[in-house]
């Protein structure tokens, strides 16, 4: 079965540029918009699975209905290797903020943050969550889901055939063929049930 975008929105930030290469204030204005945006989201995620005849639900058996529902439909950009296609950064984003308010559910002291400590994390100034309790918040342990997903997605192509090419880099004077090295990690089979694994860890952190 197809999936019908006809009643789809893509979700926008409204800006060109990822949250890291923005000013703080800009970044805080994404992340304020993507908050915000949650319940409209919500709904664009539950249109897509409804047009495929499943009801979007935050059981554990709808989790791993939507997780099903992900790799059945995936599909990867045409024209750029190991890159998703069409609108599915968007999907992606959708599920995130789904699985991140579904975690804050089940675990109300888990809360979404607006990231701003450590510049070269991959998580600076984007939308996390936060709040584990077994661990020391002086550490700013955080789970950026929404890019968990998308990396999630990135591997289901890879696996299927949608393979970038990387080449080689120099590393003190010793060259790496980081195409080898990509690979061996690619052989690795895909889980087929990422999310609610997801889930498991945020209950043993929260």
Known sequence: MTIDWAGYQPYRTGSTKPPKALSRKEARRVYEHCMASRPQRREMLARLLGSS???????????????????????????????????????????????????IERHPKLHWEFFVWGKTSNAFQ??????????????????????????YGHRVVESRGSVPTYGTVTVRGVELDVNAVAARHRARAVETDAFHRWLQTAARRA
């Open 53 to 103: 005849g499943i009801a979007l639900a935050a059981s554990d058996s709808g989790i791993q209905e939507l997780n099903d529902w992900f790799l059945q439909h995936l599909e990867p950009d045409p024209d750029r290797p190991g890159r998703l296609g069409g609108e599915w950064y968007s999907v992606c984003h959708d599920i995130g903020l789904f699985l991140g308010d579904t975690m």
């Open 126 to 151: 984007r939308h996390v969550i936060m709040g584990f309790s077994t661990e020391d918040p002086k550490r700013h342990t955080n789970l950026d889901i929404d890019g968990s997903v998308a990396t």
